[in-house]
């Protein structure tokens, strides 16, 4: 499972045996195996063009390059490096190894990379334990989050246990071998992705949680949003994941060098346990083992389910993921539901009304500590104007009638922020970031009765490829475009060209080539992935995926019924429900829940705590046997062979249902085309 960042899970498994990803090495997604590289990037990899090596220097004129206050605070407070060697597997497999960035050493940004990006990359290699103040420690750079640890009056509470079990275990045990060997007393999770509390089996045990030896304390909504926002798109999020992070690129100055929040996810084994405590009020304080905890609630900014945290004994400012030393995502380029530009401002001018003035630090689940009460008030000064910034105009202009993509083209940020390494674009961009906002007011639709129904891309293709003359004439001019380094046009036309004729490979090898150069332009590591994995892709085709069940229990778990059917209702093919009729009661033995579901009129829709007089059929199962389902441990049919579903009525009616369930392709095509689509309806 490629794991969120905000960050993707594909955890919610097929219900019946099929492709699911083998955890890979060295940061790649798991299951994806890198296309034969060289050492600085993927195979058939080209260096910077002369025009991409001028406008990457170019940069430099109003970047602030003097300002190495990141690499300083960065640093402070340094204890221990990251040991060496690679974290492994108990299969030898390894799950987290910084070992192949060693080329960002080299000070000097090459032609192939925003020198900005660069900078930021070379931060996020300054790894390991670091002592934040008294009582409170960060391990940075054994995952793409930060794993904070506040020592407690008895023993430790943990902030956010990253994303797997092997890398929190490593991290945990870093701390140990410098500090006191103690229990830990609470975990909590700071929001409802991944990264943030995937490791949590590696750090406690849950029998210490059912005996009430360790809290676990999450926010409002967290069990819900942490298992919900991967299933009803999850596979579709994994796929486009691997253009965001690029975590099967090839490391390299050609290829993937950070992921601007960190340098890419651990590959490992994901975990979840409930919590035991949930925020649920705007603010709540809590003792926890002698330590002050003062939790405010952040929902809809960059997670649905979020919270920072303030420690006024300590005055420290946990801010968790509302703050990084970057533009956040609005929408991020996996996809995920808009999140809210003006509710992330008036969280951070809320913050900084209430806490920094009894702050001498800030911290975050993700890169490095701002120290002293003034430099910590004017970053979220600026966090905040960001953001609000960024909605205002969008906003502004957009009641002008302007269009998200004439925003985003003229939109720049004032000097004050542009001079304020911490509002560059590394994760997120202002470009995207603009679009996400106008999504969010008005949708997909510009108001432009022309492009209220589009032809969709191959047949749209096919004819602008005509209108332009054919094929020939079309790669002739966009090859003299690529020569005056017109490269978001080439790749605009030449992705047309690769839509009308799939197997036109000097097509593809253009579109590549300018993909690539707008990579090694961009600002964004996620921008800069996308580009790469699309120019990789073009010539090598998709990545190779092994098969395995997976093993995500405790996510499977953790899934609410009512979900679960909603996901069976979503895999439903209209087109061969057409015309059918059933409903089915379901009853749980185990949990004495009981469901009914009605197909009718292609849609499959359900009930709870009910039952259905006139069901075709019934089925009895346990929620252990249906969880071995979702984890494609066991299908359905098997399960009614071994009798663990009992059926009663017309069985048969269960394996019709069955019938009309769709599989997802794991690797459909993104950058070239997909097969038709067959009509609904004749």
Same mark, same amino acid.
């Given at each position: 499972?490629?794991?969120?960042?905000?960050?993707?899970?594909?955890?919610?498994?097929?219900?019946?045996?099929?492709?699911?990803?083998?955890?890979?090495?060295?940061?790649?997604?798991?299951?994806?195996?890198?296309?034969?590289?060289?050492?600085?990037?993927?195979?058939?990899?080209?260096?910077?063009?002369?025009? !991409?090596?001028?406008?990457?220097?170019?940069?430099?004129?109003?970047?602030?390059?003097?300002?190495?206050?990141?690499?300083?605070?960065?640093?402070?407070?340094?204890?221990?490096?990251?040991?060496?060697?690679?974290?492994?597997?108990?299969?030898?497999?390894?799950?987290?190894?910084?070992?192949?960035?060693? #080329?960002?050493?080299?000070?000097?940004?090459?032609?192939?990379?925003?020198?900005?990006?660069?900078?930021?990359?070379?931060?996020?290699?300054?790894?390991?334990?670091?002592?934040?103040?008294?009582?409170?420690?960060?391990?940075?750079?054994?995952?793409?989050?930060?794993?904070?640890?506040?020592?407690?009056?008895?023993?430790?509470?943990?902030?956010?246990?990253?994303?797997?079990?092997?890398?929190?275990?490593?991290?945990?045990?870093?701390? #140990?071998?410098?500090?006191?060997?103690?229990?830990?007393?609470?975990?909590?999770?700071?929001?409802?992705? @991944?990264?943030? $509390?995937?490791?949590? /089996?590696?750090?406690?045990?849950?029998?210490?949680?059912?005996?009430? +030896?360790?809290?676990?304390?999450?926010?409002?909504?967290?069990?819900?949003?942490?298992?919900?926002?991967?299933?009803?798109?999850?596979?579709?999020?994994?796929?486009?994941?691997?253009?965001?992070?690029?975590?099967?690129?090839?490391?390299?100055?050609?290829?993937?060098?950070?992921?601007?929040?960190?340098?890419?996810?651990?590959?490992?084994?994901?975990?979840?346990?409930?919590?035991?405590?949930?925020?649920?009020?705007?603010?709540?304080?809590?003792?926890?083992?002698?330590?002050?905890?003062?939790?405010?609630?952040?929902?809809?900014?960059?997670?649905?389910?979020?919270?920072?945290?303030?420690?006024?004994?300590?005055?420290?400012?946990?801010?968790?993921?509302?703050?990084?030393?970057?533009?956040?995502?609005?929408?991020?380029?996996?996809? =995920?539901?808009?999140?809210?530009?003006?509710?992330?401002? +008036? &969280?951070?001018?809320?913050?900084?009304?209430?806490?920094?003035?009894?702050?001498?630090?800030?911290?975050?689940?993700?890169?490095?500590?701002?120290?002293?009460?003034?430099?910590?008030?004017?970053?979220?000064?600026?966090? /905040?104007?960001?953001?609000?910034?960024?909605?205002?105009?969008?906003?502004?202009?957009?009641?002008?009638?302007?269009?998200?993509?004439?925003?985003?083209?003229?939109?720049?940020?004032?000097?004050?922020?542009?001079?304020?390494?911490?509002?560059?674009? $590394?994760?997120?961009?202002?470009?995207?970031?603009?679009?996400?906002? &106008?999504?969010?007011?008005?949708?997909?639709?510009?108001?432009?009765?022309?492009?209220?129904?589009?032809?969709?891309?191959?047949?749209?293709?096919?004819?602008?490829?005509?209108?332009?003359?054919?094929?020939?004439?079309?790669?002739?001019?966009?090859?003299?475009? #690529?020569?005056?380094?017109?490269?978001?046009?080439?790749?605009?036309?030449?992705?047309?060209?690769?839509?009308?004729?799939?197997?036109?490979?000097?097509?593809?090898?253009?579109?590549?080539?300018?993909?690539?150069?707008?990579?090694?332009?961009?600002?964004?590591?996620?921008?800069?992935?996308?580009?790469?994995?699309?120019?990789?892709?073009?010539?090598?085709?998709?990545?190779?995926?092994? !098969?395995?069940?997976?093993?995500?229990?405790?996510?499977?778990?953790?899934?609410?019924?009512?979900?679960? $059917?909603?996901?069976?209702?979503? +895999?439903?093919?209209?087109?061969?429900?057409?015309?059918?009729?059933?409903?089915?009661?379901?009853?749980?033995?185990? !949990?004495?829940?009981?469901?009914?579901?009605?197909?009718?009129?292609?849609?499959?829709?359900?009930? =709870?705590?009910?039952?259905?007089?006139? @069901?075709?059929?019934?089925?009895?199962?346990?929620?252990?046997?249906?969880?071995?389902?979702?984890?494609?441990?066991?299908?359905?049919?098997?399960?009614?062979?071994?009798?663990?579903?009992?059926?009663?009525?017309?069985?048969?009616?269960?394996?019709?249902?069955?019938?009309?369930?769709?599989?997802?392709? /794991?690797?459909?095509?993104?950058?070239?085309?997909?097969?038709?689509?067959?009509?609904?309806?004749?």
């Amino acid at each position: 499972m490629l794991g969120r960042i905000g960050k993707p899970l594909n955890w919610m498994a097929q219900l019946a045996p099929g492709v699911m990803p083998q955890p890979a090495a060295d940061g790649a997604a798991p299951g994806a195996t890198p296309h034969a590289s060289s050492p600085v990037g993927p195979q058939g990899a080209k260096p910077a063009t002369e025009v !991409t090596r001028r406008c990457n220097h170019a940069v430099r004129r109003w970047l602030p390059m003097t300002d190495l206050q990141s690499f300083d605070d960065a640093r402070r407070g340094f204890i221990a490096d990251i040991p060496a060697l690679a974290v492994k597997r108990a299969s030898g497999a390894p799950v987290w190894n910084l070992a192949a960035y060693g #080329f960002l050493e080299n000070e000097e940004a090459p032609a192939s990379v925003h020198p900005g990006l660069w900078r930021q990359a070379r931060v996020n290699m300054i790894t390991g334990l670091f002592k934040v103040t008294e009582r409170v420690y960060q391990v940075r750079g054994m995952d793409i989050s930060n794993m904070t640890l506040i020592e407690g009056d008895t023993g430790l509470i943990l902030i956010d246990p990253l994303l797997s079990t092997e890398v929190a275990h490593a991290a945990l045990e870093l701390y #140990f071998a410098h500090r006191p060997r103690q229990p830990v007393r609470a975990v909590i999770y700071s929001h409802s992705h @991944a990264d943030h $509390f995937g490791g949590v /089996r590696g750090v406690i045990d849950e029998a210490d949680v059912q005996a009430g +030896r360790v809290q676990v304390i999450a926010p409002k909504g967290f069990m819900e949003e942490a298992v919900s926002e991967n299933v009803m798109a999850g596979n579709a999020m994994t796929r486009r994941a691997l253009f965001q992070f690029g975590p099967v690129l090839p490391k390299g100055v050609l290829g993937q060098v950070d992921a601007g929040l960190g340098k890419t996810t651990s590959t490992g084994t994901l975990t979840l346990i409930p919590p035991t405590l949930v925020i649920a009020q705007t603010v709540e304080r809590h003792v926890i083992d002698g330590i002050e905890c003062v939790f405010e609630l952040t929902p809809g900014a960059e997670a649905p389910s979020e919270m920072v945290i303030h420690h006024p004994q300590l005055r420290v400012l946990n801010m968790t993921e509302i703050t990084s030393h970057n533009f956040h995502n609005l929408l991020p380029l996996r996809g =995920a539901l808009v999140r809210d530009a003006l509710a992330w401002s +008036r &969280y951070l001018g809320g913050a900084l009304r209430r806490y920094a003035e009894a702050s001498d630090v800030l911290i975050a689940q993700h890169h490095w500590p701002v120290w002293g009460t003034l430099a910590l008030q004017g970053f979220l000064k600026r966090q /905040r104007d960001l953001y609000k910034y960024a909605h205002d105009q969008t906003v502004r202009l957009m009641n002008h009638g302007y269009l998200a993509s004439e925003i985003a083209e003229v939109l720049v940020l004032p000097q004050s922020l542009q001079q304020d390494w911490s509002a560059h674009g $590394f994760y997120g961009s202002l470009k995207h970031n603009v679009k996400a906002i &106008y999504q969010r007011y008005l949708g997909w639709y510009d108001a432009n009765p022309a492009h209220l129904d589009l032809l969709p891309p191959v047949p749209a293709a096919l004819k602008a490829v005509q209108y332009m003359g054919g094929a020939d004439a079309v790669l002739a001019r966009a090859r003299q475009d #690529f020569e005056r380094g017109e490269y978001r046009w080439v790749a605009q036309v030449c992705s047309q060209l690769v839509h009308a004729e799939p197997a036109n490979l000097p097509a593809r090898a253009l579109a590549a080539d300018a993909m690539e150069q707008l990579g090694y332009q961009a600002e964004s590591a996620t921008w800069r992935n996308a580009y790469l994995q699309g120019a990789m892709e073009l010539r090598h085709g998709a990545p190779k995926l092994q !098969t395995m069940n997976p093993a995500n229990a405790d996510m499977v778990r953790a899934l609410p019924l009512d979900m679960f $059917f909603d996901y069976l209702a979503m +895999r439903l093919d209209g087109a061969k429900a057409e015309g059918k009729r059933l409903v089915l009661n379901w009853q749980f033995s185990d !949990t004495g829940e009981r469901y009914v579901i009605n197909l009718e009129n292609s849609a499959l829709t359900h009930v =709870a705590d009910a039952q259905a007089d006139d @069901a075709d059929a019934t089925l009895v199962l346990s929620r252990a046997t249906l969880d071995e389902i979702s984890l494609q441990q066991l299908s359905f049919p098997a399960a009614v062979q071994a009798g663990r579903i009992q059926v009663s009525g017309r069985s048969q009616a269960l394996f019709e249902l069955l019938a009309m369930i769709d599989r997802f392709e /794991r690797l459909f095509n993104v950058v070239e085309p997909r097969p038709p689509l067959a009509p609904f309806h004749g």
